[in-house]
């Protein structure tokens, strides 16, 4: 098998992820950049899933892609009342909770 | 029963321990004393509760529960010699009633009454004091805007006073003790608008409270040595040796700082002179008759423990003999340069007292306790004579304010001299009986001819012989400045009332007649029955097992008697003729000599005049022995004794305040305090700090979580 | 009957309160007269069944525990629910009982600013199911339950309703509190894990029953852990007496509380720390008490001097009056650390002295103060020429603090100095003779700055800027009322202070017996070898539990 490849491409991924959540100021890009990483461990599940020869992978890898719609549905939601009150996306300017 | 059965008095004999015969004295006054203190304390309520609904104030109520408690008294006293008679000549033992008051950790506390020679003599003289006081006093503070609070007090003081006399073991004693305290504090402070007169009241209870200390320590010494409170047990088992002398010297040592405080003994007596801010009759009273003899009184009491704690026997110097002997010279050198009658009085009081311990110290019981007996009497009516004075002519000052009142208040005056010559020593008035019983009791007069007495306290005794003289002298001076010469004070004196000298006539009576109570074994032109009859009642006899230790009894000399007359009649007469004669030369309104110590600055015109005079050596002798007495030396001690002693005290209490200054501003608030705060402050800090990582940016967090996670991610795979 | 006696009588002693809170609750702001009624109505009807249930208490069996209570609460640590009452709590619940009415009754129409009578007087309720229910608590887990229920309303009694600087003086009191019935509730677990149930006849190991732990069940605990175990309690029971150094809370509490606050801080909460020696530090750990004993009596007569010192600084009465607290709460540690019955029983008596005295002098305060406006002593002056009666009674409990014979004051104090005398044969004599002096001259302190403070309020003439004040009236009927039952008490116990020892002392010798198998602590106590009767006692006990 091929497993070295998938890693690679996942761990590609997953840095692409996190330096987009650490990097980029749209609240948007930051969603997306969580998506990348969410999907870097997809890609994992699935590899080493297949390399073992079971489905337990692909089961996980369904539950990550439900939960990650559903995280970036409130995520979504959140940036747009957001939006709509301060009318920026930044997640710079939001540090409400700083103690 | 009935009222005859209980005059009945029934003698059980029964035998000691050791063999002895000891009969107990039974009967109803005598078991059922307890009323005595009981009615006056009832009477306290009443009046407290409904005093200012009554025609007369409350002050009928005071009257009647003290006149009570004397007849009480009286018959107990009877019942008390019938006893005495009825037993012969074995030993009589006190009759106790007491009933278990409460019970902690196995120690039970009793409370109940003892009654002896010395407690009936005690409550004779108490409330017959306080009844005269009573009677005068409805005269005296008539008007005043806390008239039903003062008789509510006067019989609260009483009945504590009686409570104290009566108690049966020492706790009883603390409470009464503290109790008559807190009248006293209470009276002294009476008109209490006035600062100085509160800060009297003050003083007096803090000093008290610097003695107890001392009456503290010393009963629970006494408790644990005897591991009873009871008077009769401590007093047995001290007698008998069976108690450590090292406990009963510590012991008698604590109780004496309390007999200083209490019964103003140096140098804790300065409370006393303040103390007369009260009204007079409360003097007389409390800081005169009765009060300030509780401390003697608890060493009569407890004499067994001092005797043998201080070593009395066979002895020539102790503590209390020492302790008494100063206080006297003392008191009586201060007396002389008074102006203030009252204080006059009250430094004789202190004199009095020191007299009385000392009589202690040396052994000479029945002595000691026959002078309170005859000092309670012409004290009292000095001070209520004083006070009669200073109700005529409004003041207390005898150099400004009175002279020449002898025309004005005859009754006044001739009572009062009457106790002067009692207080002086003269024969054959009250206090030479007693004082020459005291002399004789020194046993240190070897030269005079006398056989007995507990030692050899030659020194003691010439203290109390210089006492004697100077003691005529004062009260020369005291009855000078205000009987004789002429008025220099305001308006026109008058005789007091009824009230006021019916009281002084009686106490007078007493002052002339209380010493043949108790005439020397010697004086044999009275027939023998009425010889040594105080002591023969009052003095408990030794028996082995007995509760008073086996003490000497000196023989009177003839030579003695004559020899302290001549002392007294030396201070009166070298008084005397200053102030009578040459005083007097100068003009009625003249009270001291103008060319004495104080004036001799002028050196050259002295000088000059001293020679142009030719009474160079009568100056000389009055100047160094009356007046030196009266002048550098006395106002040297006084000297002494406000900047020194006295400020000792209010230098205490001060430093006691700054203290605490210092010890709250700085420890308490820093040190103590401080540390808390500082502990709350740091973990205020380290929160600041630790909230400064909290900015609140969720990018920052993000970064901190996967930096964490990469680290775990690193450690998990070099250590797996 | 049978069930009410020994069933749930203490537990509606106890819990009452707590339903008329409850009952508050459910009434409406603006309702304030069945407020009050409500409110004043559970804490009396708390106070009769009281009544009614402690005269059917036996004093001949004093030293038992009666009106016991016993069921299972909390099964996985085997903590129960367990409530019994002896003559060391006797007092002091009824005490308790008779404070909180009379603060209701005095704050009747006078609630403190912020007014608010319906938190006010519920936050009193629960404070009174706090206290009895500590008095009660025979299980330490119970026990500290209730211990700590107090401290909440207390908090929030003196945070709302306190002086200027309130928020300080309840968070320190607060935390105060706290930090030392943290370490408390540690050294309870540790008792818990070490001791042996079965040596006090129980089925069980590990136990929190307070009735065996001071019946034998610590005894074969190893000294060191006992010490250590003691330290914790001491902190925990001591910042609540409050010993010196743990004392700087009480000042500022005191002072910024509102009166009726004072009061029940001053009669009851500060009983519950040397309740706590009495009834659980002591008896459960004897050895360790007689090893701390003289640091608990150093400390003590300390806290009489300092206390002392500390009250003749004071400029303002009611400050004053608080550190003579840390003074006299002194004298009560001192008969405890002697570990007599003696001193214990004094300690006893002192604590109920204590309360009616220093809580009434406290009432006084809080009335001056509603009079004059200020408490500063220099402005004060002449109380006995503007409100004679007030000044009368001003003068009274100051007589009574200052331990005056023939009041209640006297038999705190005197029996304290005189059983240190001769405390417990293990401990050292000179040691403690050297406290008895030094306690001794505490007594002269505490004469002169209660009398300083009362020549300075109550005598002289009135001062000019309150000649003519037109609140300054004598004592008021809701004064009269709340005010008379502690004088007469005060006056009551000093002349029959049996009436205590009636109770007290049976209870007190038998929490100081503390028997097990291998002979009693107590003749440990009493020996002059004691430590090694209680190595002995330790490996016999040691020996069976082998078998």
């Given at each position: 098998?091929?497993?070295?490849?998938?890693?690679v491409?996942s761990?590609?991924?997953?840095?692409?992820?996190?330096y987009?959540?650490?990097a980029?100021?749209?609240?948007v890009l930051?969603?997306?950049?969580?998506?990348?990483?969410l999907n870097?461990v997809?890609?994992n599940?699935v590899a080493?899933?297949?390399?073992?020869?079971t489905?337990v992978?692909e089961?996980f890898?369904l539950?990550v892609?439900?939960v990650?719609a559903?995280e970036?549905?409130?995520?979504?939601?959140?940036?747009?009342?957001?939006?709509?009150?301060?009318?920026s996306?930044?997640?710079h300017?939001v540090d409400m909770m700083?103690? | 029963?009935?009222?005859?059965?209980?005059?009945a008095?029934?003698p059980?004999?029964?035998?000691a321990?050791?063999g002895?015969?000891v009969?107990k004295?039974?009967g109803w006054?005598?078991?059922n004393a307890?009323?005595?203190p009981?009615?006056p304390?009832a009477s306290?309520?009443?009046i407290?509760?409904?005093?200012?609904r009554m025609?007369?104030?409350g002050?009928?109520?005071?009257?009647t529960?003290v006149?009570?408690?004397?007849?009480?008294?009286?018959?107990t006293?009877v019942?008390w010699?019938?006893?005495?008679?009825a037993?012969g000549?074995?030993a009589?033992?006190p009759?106790?009633?007491?009933?278990?008051?409460?019970?902690s950790?196995?120690t039970s506390?009793t409370i109940?009454?003892?009654?002896d020679g010395l407690a009936?003599?005690?409550?004779?003289v108490?409330t017959l004091?306080?009844l005269?006081?009573?009677?005068?006093?409805?005269?005296?503070?008539?008007?005043?805007?806390r008239?039903t609070?003062f008789f509510a007090?006067l019989s609260?003081f009483?009945?504590?006073?009686?409570?104290?006399?009566?108690?049966?073991n020492?706790?009883q004693?603390i409470l009464g003790?503290e109790?008559?305290g807190?009248c006293?504090?209470?009276?002294?402070g009476?008109?209490?608008?006035e600062?100085?007169?509160?800060n009297?009241?003050l003083?007096a209870f803090?000093?008290?409270?610097v003695?107890?200390?001392?009456?503290?320590?010393?009963?629970a010494?006494l408790?644990?040595?005897a591991?009873?409170?009871?008077?009769?047990?401590?007093n047995?088992?001290?007698?008998?040796?069976?108690?450590a002398h090292?406990?009963l010297?510590?012991?008698?040592l604590?109780?004496?700082?309390?007999?200083m405080?209490?019964?103003g003994?140096?140098?804790?007596?300065?409370?006393l002179?303040?103390a007369m801010?009260?009204?007079t009759?409360?003097?007389?009273?409390?800081?005169?008759?009765?009060?300030v003899?509780a401390?003697v009184?608890m060493?009569?009491r407890?004499?067994?423990?001092?005797?043998e704690g201080?070593a009395?026997?066979?002895?020539?110097?102790?503590?209390?003999?020492?302790?008494?002997g100063?206080t006297?010279?003392?008191?009586?050198?201060?007396?002389f340069v008074?102006t203030?009658?009252k204080?006059v009085?009250?430094?004789s009081?202190?004199?009095?007292?020191?007299y009385?311990v000392?009589a202690l110290?040396?052994?000479?019981?029945?002595?000691?306790v026959?002078?309170l007996f005859t000092?309670?009497?012409?004290?009292?009516?000095?001070?209520?004579?004083?006070?009669?004075?200073?109700?005529?002519v409004?003041?207390?000052?005898?150099?400004k304010?009175?002279?020449?009142?002898?025309k004005?208040m005859?009754?006044?005056f001739r009572?009062f001299?009457?106790a002067?010559?009692?207080?002086?020593?003269?024969a054959p008035?009250a206090?030479f009986?007693?004082?020459?019983e005291?002399l004789?009791g020194t046993?240190?007069?070897?030269?005079?001819?006398?056989?007995?007495?507990?030692?050899?306290y030659?020194?003691?005794?010439?203290?109390?012989m210089?006492?004697a003289?100077?003691?005529?002298a004062y009260m020369t001076?005291?009855v000078?400045?205000?009987?004789?010469?002429?008025?220099?004070?305001?308006g026109?004196?008058?005789e007091?009332?009824?009230?006021?000298?019916?009281p002084?006539?009686?106490?007078?009576?007493?002052?002339v007649g209380a010493?043949?109570?108790n005439l020397p074994?010697?004086?044999?032109?009275?027939p023998?029955?009425w010889r040594e009859?105080?002591?023969?009642?009052v003095e408990?006899r030794a028996?082995?097992?007995f509760?008073?230790p086996?003490i000497?009894h000196?023989?009177p000399?003839?030579?003695?008697?004559?020899?302290?007359t001549?002392?007294?009649?030396?201070?009166l007469?070298?008084a005397?003729?200053?102030?009578?004669?040459?005083?007097?030369?100068?003009g009625?309104?003249?009270?001291?000599?103008?060319n004495?110590?104080?004036?001799r600055?002028?050196i050259a015109?002295?000088g000059?005049r001293?020679l142009?005079?030719?009474?160079?050596?009568d100056?000389?002798?009055t100047d160094?022995?009356?007046?030196?007495?009266?002048g550098p030396?006395?106002?040297g001690a006084?000297?002494?004794n406000q900047?020194?002693?006295?400020e000792?005290?209010?230098?205490?209490?001060?430093k006691?305040v700054?203290?605490g200054?210092?010890?709250?501003?700085?420890?308490?608030?820093?040190?103590?305090?401080?540390?808390?705060n500082?502990?709350?402050?740091?973990s205020h800090?380290?929160?600041e700090e630790?909230?400064?990582m909290q900015?609140g940016?969720?990018?920052?967090?993000a970064?901190v979580m996967f930096?964490?996670?990469a680290?775990i991610a690193?450690?998990?795979?070099l250590?797996? | 009957m049978q069930?009410?006696l020994n069933?749930?009588?203490l537990t509606l002693v106890?819990?009452?309160?707590?339903?008329?809170?409850l009952?508050?609750?459910?009434?409406?702001?603006r309702?304030?007269?069945s407020l009050k009624v409500?409110?004043l109505g559970?804490?009396l009807?708390a106070?009769?069944?009281?009544?009614?249930?402690?005269?059917w208490f036996?004093?001949s069996r004093?030293?038992d525990?009666?009106?016991?209570v016993?069921k299972?609460?909390i099964?996985?640590i085997?903590s129960r629910?367990?409530?019994g009452i002896?003559g060391?709590?006797?007092?002091?619940?009824?005490?308790?009982?008779?404070?909180?009415?009379?603060c209701?009754v005095?704050?009747?129409d006078?609630f403190?600013e912020?007014?608010?009578?319906k938190?006010?007087?519920?936050?009193l309720?629960?404070?009174q199911?706090?206290?009895?229910?500590?008095?009660?608590?025979?299980?330490?887990?119970?026990?500290?339950?209730?211990f700590?229920i107090?401290?909440?309303?207390m908090?929030?009694?003196?945070g709302?309703?306190?002086?200027?600087n309130r928020?300080?003086a309840?968070i320190k009191?607060f935390?105060?509190?706290?930090?030392?019935?943290?370490?408390?509730?540690?050294?309870f677990l540790?008792m818990f894990?070490?001791?042996?149930?079965?040596?006090?006849?129980?089925?069980?190991?590990?136990?929190?029953?307070?009735?065996?732990l001071s019946?034998g069940?610590?005894?074969?605990?190893?000294r060191?852990s006992?010490?250590?175990?003691?330290a914790g309690m001491?902190?925990?029971?001591?910042?609540?007496?409050?010993?010196?150094?743990?004392?700087?809370?009480?000042?500022?509490?005191h002072?910024?509380a509102?009166t009726?606050?004072?009061?029940?801080l001053a009669?009851?909460?500060?009983?519950?720390g040397?309740y706590?020696f009495?009834?659980v530090?002591?008896?459960m750990?004897?050895e360790?008490?007689?090893a701390?004993?003289?640091v608990?009596?150093?400390l003590?007569v300390?806290?009489i001097?300092y206390g002392?010192?500390?009250?003749?600084a004071?400029r303002?009465?009611?400050?004053l009056?608080?550190?003579?607290?840390v003074a006299?709460?002194?004298?009560?540690?001192?008969g405890i650390a002697t570990?007599?019955?003696?001193?214990?029983?004094?300690?006893?008596f002192g604590?109920?002295?204590?309360g009616l005295?220093?809580g009434m002098?406290?009432f006084?305060a809080?009335s001056?103060?509603?009079r004059?406006?200020t408490?500063?002593?220099s402005?004060?002056g002449?109380?006995l020429?503007?409100?004679p009666?007030?000044g009368?009674?001003?003068?009274?409990?100051?007589?009574a603090?200052l331990?005056l014979?023939?009041l209640a004051?006297?038999?705190?104090?005197?029996?304290?100095?005189?059983?240190s005398?001769s405390?417990a044969?293990?401990?050292?004599q000179?040691?403690?003779?050297?406290?008895?002096?030094?306690?001794?001259?505490?007594?002269?302190?505490?004469a002169g700055?209660?009398l300083w403070?009362?020549?300075?309020?109550a005598?002289g003439?009135?001062?000019?800027?309150?000649a003519?004040s037109?609140?300054?009236?004598?004592?008021k009927?809701?004064e009269y009322i709340s005010?008379?039952?502690l004088l007469?008490?005060?006056?009551v116990?000093?002349?029959?202070p049996?009436?205590?020892?009636?109770a007290t002392d049976p209870?007190?010798?038998?929490?100081?017996e503390?028997?097990?198998?291998a002979?009693s602590?107590q003749d440990?106590?009493?020996?002059?070898?004691?430590w090694?009767c209680f190595?002995?006692?330790?490996?016999?006990?040691k020996?069976?539990q082998?078998n």
């Amino acid at each position: 098998m091929w497993l070295n490849q998938f890693l690679v491409l996942s761990a590609v991924l997953f840095s692409i992820g996190v330096y987009g959540v650490l990097a980029r100021r749209n609240g948007v890009l930051v969603l997306m950049s969580i998506e990348l990483i969410l999907n870097a461990v997809n890609i994992n599940l699935v590899a080493f899933g297949s390399y073992v020869q079971t489905v337990v992978g692909e089961v996980f890898a369904l539950f990550v892609i439900t939960v990650a719609a559903a995280e970036v549905g409130v995520g979504l939601a959140i940036l747009l009342l957001l939006y709509r009150n301060r009318r920026s996306v930044d997640i710079h300017d939001v540090d409400m909770m700083k103690g | 029963m009935g009222l005859l059965g209980a005059f009945a008095t029934t003698p059980a004999v029964f035998a000691a321990e050791a063999g002895a015969e000891v009969v107990k004295a039974g009967g109803w006054f005598l078991a059922n004393a307890w009323l005595i203190p009981l009615i006056p304390a009832a009477s306290f309520l009443i009046i407290l509760l409904f005093g200012k609904r009554m025609p007369r104030g409350g002050s009928e109520v005071g009257i009647t529960a003290v006149a009570a408690s004397f007849v009480l008294g009286l018959l107990t006293l009877v019942q008390w010699i019938g006893a005495v008679n009825a037993a012969g000549d074995a030993a009589v033992s006190p009759a106790i009633s007491k009933w278990t008051w409460w019970i902690s950790g196995g120690t039970s506390f009793t409370i109940g009454t003892l009654v002896d020679g010395l407690a009936v003599a005690l409550i004779f003289v108490v409330t017959l004091v306080s009844l005269l006081v009573h009677i005068y006093s409805t005269d005296y503070v008539a008007g005043d805007v806390r008239y039903t609070h003062f008789f509510a007090f006067l019989s609260l003081f009483t009945a504590s006073m009686l409570f104290f006399v009566l108690s049966e073991n020492t706790i009883q004693m603390i409470l009464g003790w503290e109790m008559v305290g807190v009248c006293s504090f209470v009276l002294i402070g009476h008109w209490w608008e006035e600062k100085a007169n509160s800060n009297a009241a003050l003083k007096a209870f803090l000093t008290n409270r610097v003695g107890d200390i001392g009456l503290l320590i010393g009963m629970a010494i006494l408790f644990f040595a005897a591991d009873s409170f009871s008077v009769v047990k401590i007093n047995s088992l001290a007698a008998e040796g069976s108690i450590a002398h090292g406990l009963l010297l510590a012991a008698s040592l604590c109780l004496m700082a309390a007999v200083m405080s209490k019964s103003g003994q140096f140098f804790l007596h300065t409370w006393l002179p303040d103390a007369m801010a009260g009204p007079t009759p409360v003097s007389a009273l409390i800081h005169a008759a009765t009060m300030v003899v509780a401390g003697v009184y608890m060493v009569a009491r407890l004499f067994a423990v001092f005797f043998e704690g201080l070593a009395i026997a066979g002895s020539s110097v102790n503590a209390l003999a020492i302790m008494g002997g100063i206080t006297t010279l003392v008191g009586a050198s201060l007396a002389f340069v008074q102006t203030d009658i009252k204080r006059v009085l009250a430094y004789s009081t202190i004199s009095q007292l020191g007299y009385m311990v000392l009589a202690l110290g040396v052994g000479a019981w029945t002595a000691a306790v026959f002078h309170l007996f005859t000092h309670a009497f012409f004290k009292a009516c000095l001070f209520l004579g004083s006070g009669s004075v200073s109700h005529a002519v409004h003041s207390f000052d005898m150099k400004k304010d009175m002279g020449g009142l002898r025309k004005h208040m005859p009754h006044t005056f001739r009572t009062f001299v009457i106790a002067s010559l009692a207080l002086a020593g003269l024969a054959p008035l009250a206090g030479f009986w007693s004082k020459d019983e005291i002399l004789a009791g020194t046993g240190g007069w070897g030269a005079f001819g006398g056989t007995g007495g507990n030692g050899a306290y030659t020194f003691v005794l010439f203290m109390a012989m210089l006492t004697a003289a100077l003691t005529a002298a004062y009260m020369t001076r005291c009855v000078y400045l205000t009987f004789f010469g002429t008025y220099r004070g305001h308006g026109h004196p008058h005789e007091s009332g009824r009230r006021i000298t019916v009281p002084l006539w009686i106490l007078a009576v007493f002052a002339v007649g209380a010493g043949w109570t108790n005439l020397p074994k010697g004086f044999q032109i009275v027939p023998k029955g009425w010889r040594e009859q105080f002591g023969h009642y009052v003095e408990p006899r030794a028996a082995e097992g007995f509760y008073f230790p086996h003490i000497a009894h000196a023989t009177p000399s003839w030579t003695l008697a004559a020899f302290s007359t001549l002392v007294v009649l030396f201070g009166l007469g070298a008084a005397y003729y200053y102030y009578f004669v040459k005083v007097r030369a100068l003009g009625g309104s003249a009270t001291e000599l103008p060319n004495g110590l104080t004036s001799r600055f002028r050196i050259a015109r002295l000088g000059h005049r001293l020679l142009a005079r030719k009474y160079y050596l009568d100056h000389l002798y009055t100047d160094i022995l009356a007046k030196g007495t009266a002048g550098p030396v006395a106002r040297g001690a006084y000297w002494l004794n406000q900047r020194g002693i006295d400020e000792v005290v209010n230098q205490a209490g001060r430093k006691a305040v700054s203290a605490g200054h210092v010890l709250y501003d700085k420890i308490d608030q820093k040190v103590v305090d401080g540390v808390v705060n500082a502990t709350g402050r740091a973990s205020h800090g380290a929160g600041e700090e630790i909230r400064r990582m909290q900015t609140g940016k969720v990018q920052q967090y993000a970064g901190v979580m996967f930096v964490v996670a990469a680290l775990i991610a690193v450690v998990l795979i070099l250590v797996l | 009957m049978q069930d009410f006696l020994n069933g749930w009588g203490l537990t509606l002693v106890t819990f009452v309160p707590m339903l008329g809170a409850l009952v508050l609750l459910a009434i409406p702001k603006r309702n304030e007269w069945s407020l009050k009624v409500v409110a004043l109505g559970s804490s009396l009807l708390a106070a009769l069944i009281g009544v009614f249930l402690l005269s059917w208490f036996d004093t001949s069996r004093a030293g038992d525990l009666q009106f016991v209570v016993d069921k299972p609460w909390i099964e996985t640590i085997n903590s129960r629910y367990i409530m019994g009452i002896d003559g060391i709590s006797l007092p002091l619940i009824l005490l308790t009982l008779l404070v909180v009415p009379l603060c209701i009754v005095y704050s009747f129409d006078h609630f403190p600013e912020p007014r608010n009578p319906k938190s006010f007087l519920t936050l009193l309720l629960i404070l009174q199911t706090g206290m009895v229910g500590t008095f009660v608590a025979q299980d330490l887990i119970l026990f500290f339950v209730f211990f700590e229920i107090v401290l909440l309303p207390m908090y929030f009694m003196i945070g709302v309703w306190g002086g200027e600087n309130r928020r300080y003086a309840s968070i320190k009191f607060f935390l105060y509190t706290l930090f030392g019935s943290a370490l408390m509730l540690i050294s309870f677990l540790a008792m818990f894990f070490l001791a042996d149930g079965t040596l006090a006849g129980l089925d069980a190991v590990r136990t929190f029953d307070m009735r065996a732990l001071s019946g034998g069940a610590t005894a074969a605990i190893a000294r060191t852990s006992q010490v250590w175990i003691f330290a914790g309690m001491f902190l925990g029971f001591g910042v609540k007496v409050p010993m010196f150094p743990f004392h700087t809370w009480l000042p500022d509490a005191h002072t910024e509380a509102p009166t009726v606050g004072s009061v029940i801080l001053a009669a009851v909460l500060l009983k519950l720390g040397t309740y706590g020696f009495v009834r659980v530090a002591v008896p459960m750990l004897p050895e360790a008490a007689a090893a701390w004993a003289p640091v608990i009596g150093l400390l003590a007569v300390i806290g009489i001097i300092y206390g002392a010192l500390g009250c003749l600084a004071q400029r303002d009465m009611k400050r004053l009056i608080a550190f003579s607290s840390v003074a006299h709460m002194g004298f009560v540690m001192l008969g405890i650390a002697t570990l007599t019955p003696f001193g214990v029983n004094a300690a006893v008596f002192g604590m109920v002295a204590h309360g009616l005295i220093t809580g009434m002098l406290f009432f006084l305060a809080g009335s001056m103060k509603e009079r004059y406006h200020t408490l500063e002593m220099s402005r004060l002056g002449g109380l006995l020429k503007q409100a004679p009666r007030m000044g009368w009674m001003l003068g009274f409990c100051v007589m009574a603090s200052l331990g005056l014979p023939g009041l209640a004051g006297f038999w705190g104090e005197f029996p304290a100095i005189l059983a240190s005398y001769s405390p417990a044969a293990i401990l050292h004599q000179g040691v403690f003779r050297a406290y008895m002096v030094i306690a001794a001259v505490g007594t002269v302190l505490a004469a002169g700055y209660l009398l300083w403070m009362l020549q300075k309020t109550a005598f002289g003439k009135a001062r000019k800027e309150f000649a003519n004040s037109p609140d300054i009236k004598d004592v008021k009927r809701h004064e009269y009322i709340s005010w008379a039952p502690l004088l007469v008490l005060i006056v009551v116990l000093g002349f029959y202070p049996r009436l205590l020892h009636e109770a007290t002392d049976p209870a007190v010798r038998e929490s100081l017996e503390v028997p097990s198998i291998a002979g009693s602590a107590q003749d440990c106590l009493d020996s002059d070898d004691g430590w090694t009767c209680f190595d002995e006692r330790r490996t016999e006990i040691k020996q069976t539990q082998g078998n």
